[in-house]
């Protein structure tokens, strides 16, 4: 992993330790993944349309007048997250994706416009009086972090690299034992939080 | 193959269309809605720095999976929260929940 490769003509071994895995550590170029945007490939596509479905969807959902419109957009949203996921080699955080938040938090959140919203045509104004404060405030976060990631130098980073689900697997039940449990024990207090706080109150009561 | 960068960049928006939504809209649901994108977003920068780490190290994916936990228990919380306010307040509005002030 020693000898840079693409500044000098690479030797016929140097193809064959290629093929076998991408270097990481061992990138003297700088940033090679770079000059592989040029050309055209399935993968881009694919980011592109995922990209526009990602920030279009989201767009929608803080602009959107209707909030059931917003909400729909939002799993359009989370769905185009979840196929970036899978571009990005993670299967399982897709899978995640897909179970967790279109399946169960959409759901929940659709539950709770449902329960709370009136059905009347004349809809309030969307926004709050302080919107060009939030809009600077959006840009300007958006301003610094963009400008951090095109400044920093990812020297580190080559090709993307899929996950193994049992390396992943392994991890939780080992190394992140400890969070996975105090997760575990959060979701329990969570559930009797929101089951406490979702009671009404005359139902106390007539218990009593 | 896609950058590194430009899933950060896709992140960043993804942050700043939350930051906006969360400060801009005067329904509590969709704020909560917005939180969840800026969840997303951290999630997205995760999973793209996870993939660009060496092959052994999985930290990423881990903390993703772990943040998506922790995120359905908030909204857990968070709408029974916010459906208890509108029973007593009768209203989504958040400008309009000024009890304190007054």
Redesign the interface.
């Known amino acids: 992993m020693a000898e840079p490769y693409g500044q000098i003509a690479r030797p016929r071994n140097a193809c064959a330790r290629i093929d076998r895995g991408p270097i990481r550590a061992g990138h003297r170029v700088l940033e090679p993944h770079r000059t592989e945007q040029t050309t055209l490939d399935i993968s881009s596509v694919l980011f592109f349309l995922l990209a526009v479905g990602v920030v279009g969807a989201g767009i929608a959902v803080v602009t959107l007048r209707n909030i059931i419109h917003s909400a729909v957009a939002m799993m359009i949203c989370f769905g185009s997250l979840a196929g970036m996921y899978a571009l990005l080699g993670a299967p399982i955080v897709a899978a995640a994706q897909v179970l967790i938040y279109l399946g169960a938090i959409s759901v929940l959140i659709l539950f709770a416009i449902m329960l709370t919203q009136a059905g009347d045509a004349n809809l309030p104004a969307p926004f709050h009086r302080q919107l060009p404060i939030a809009l600077v405030v959006a840009l300007a976060v958006f301003g610094l972090v963009g400008w951090a990631v095109i400044q920093t130098d990812w020297a580190l980073a080559g090709q993307a690299v899929g996950a193994a689900v049992a390396a992943i697997a392994t991890a939780v039940f080992t190394e992140y034992a400890l969070p996975f449990e105090i997760i575990s024990l959060l979701i329990l207090v969570a559930i009797i939080g929101s089951i406490y706080l979702a009671r009404r109150p005359e139902e106390d009561e007539r218990a009593n | ?10 992140s ?16 509590a ?2 704020m ?3 939180i ?2 800026m969840f ?1 977003a951290v ?2 920068s995760l ?2 720095f ?7 190290a ?5 903390f ?3 943040v ?10 968070g ?6 306010i ?2 007593t307040r009768q209203t ?4 309009q929940y000024s009890d304190l002030k007054e």
């Open positions: 193959m896609v950058s590194l960068e430009a899933y950060l960049l896709v960043a928006l993804l942050f700043a269309v939350g930051t906006f939504g969360f400060m801009a809209r005067r329904n649901i969709l909560l809605i917005s969840e994108l997303n999630n997205l999973v793209a996870n993939a660009h780490l060496p092959p052994d999985n930290a990423g994916a881990v993703a999976l772990m998506m936990a922790v995120a359905a228990a908030e909204v857990t919380v709408l029974a929260l916010v459906i208890a509108i029973r989504a509005e958040v400008d």
